[in-house]
């Protein structure tokens, strides 16, 4: 089969991949040298409207209308538009194995492409029950989301299954969103997981109380503490039981596994450096192999601020990650340096009426501020995190721009905190005089 040469090669088509190819034109790429390789079918776009707007009855999100950038409120990127920079997106490509010694690249259909400089974006990938060897787990209608085409057979399976029973399995940001978009689609939710409480990663038992009594008041089933152990189907090889560790039978036309994900390095395994499980970086996004980068999910890379090293698999890291890289290689030819890559962390959700941001390091103290009342109208809260006498992180629920900037503000600057009573009295005015 022909080989393809590029100069550079973008593999992967995900959130990082848009925002790399965007940061190539800006920095002046010539028509011809790039190419963005994905296995996906269509252009690059924002994955978090997959777990939102994608699923909704009305105000529905479909493409072209999430091509990235708009996420960031930037140039959405049409197909068209990687035609007329003279990039070439190959699209429907799966790469199977790159050899990083001899530059190349080679597709499940066999096409071989070379390049100069590689830019690895391959995401992640969900963690499956089958990995784990429960019972039943192939069952149809299991549902994952990643990809559109995970998202499109959820919406089949939504009109299929009308006013139908699910079970969501996992409490963290995919179980949460996915909740709240089947409740609105007027199918019966359940949710179950092992914590405590929902999304233990970053909220505390007071954040988490308010999203558990919300969902509930919304009609969403919270069972917590207990895992799911087996699927039973019906004669169509579809689910209809989840059985439960503790022994309770959930019943269920549509099932939602959401229960976390790992970078795809295998295709570099053995050839580039990792840590914490992903491709290790320095602050250039330049992985241990000569003219090799790594961005989004994938990568394992120094946080300045924290003095820490650490994989996020977050929107914001993988827009900024994509052009602290392509910023990088343009200056390197140029001969001429750029600062390092020192990232903010930035998580956010939306569902339901909710939106919430937080910036930092969930670290430390916690205070709690506002009103958290889950049966509140207008319900507005935070919390701070607080180490070494210092706020690193900030979390606001219902915040408007000024306040999130505001929140943003706090987590980078690590103002002094004398006492956390009078943190907790004066709430977000502490982030907002800062
Ligand atoms: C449903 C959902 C909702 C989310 N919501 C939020 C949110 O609200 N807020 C937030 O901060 N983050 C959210 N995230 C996380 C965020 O979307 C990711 O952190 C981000 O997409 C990472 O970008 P990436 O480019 O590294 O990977 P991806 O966007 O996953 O892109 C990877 C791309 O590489 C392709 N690929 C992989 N392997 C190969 C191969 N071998 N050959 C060719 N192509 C390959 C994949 O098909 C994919 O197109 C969400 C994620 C999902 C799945």
New binding site residues.
Partial sequence: MAEKSFKYVI???????GYAAREFTKQGVKPGDLAV????AVA?YE??A???AYLFPEGTARLPGFHVCVGSGGERLLPEWYAEKGISLILS????KADLASKTLI?AAGETFKYQVLVI?????VLRLSDFGVQGADSKNIFY???IDD?DKLVEVIKAKKNGKAVIVGGG??GL?LSAALRINNIDVSMVYPEPWCMPRLFTADIAAFYEGYYANKGVKIIKGTVAVGFDTNANGEVKEVKLKDGRVLEADIVVVGVG?RP?TT?FKGQVEEEKGGIKTDGFMKTSVPDVYA????VTFPLKLYNDIRR???????RKS?EQAVKAIFAGEQGKSIAEYDYLP?????SFDLSWQFYGDNVGDTVLFGDNNPTSPNPKFGSYWIKDGKVVGAFLEGGNPEENKAIAKVARIQPPVESLDQLTKEGLTFACKI
Avoid: M, N, Q, W
């Fill in positions: 593999v992967g088509g995900g959130v990082a991949a390789i994905s296995k996906e690059p994955r978090p997959l777990s939102k490509t799966e790469i199977v597709s974006a391959t995401g992640s990938t989301l990643r990809e998202a940001y995919i969103e994900a795809l295709l961005v989004g999910d994938v996020v698999e977050h929107v914001d890291h993988a994509a930035y998580f956010y959700s939306r």
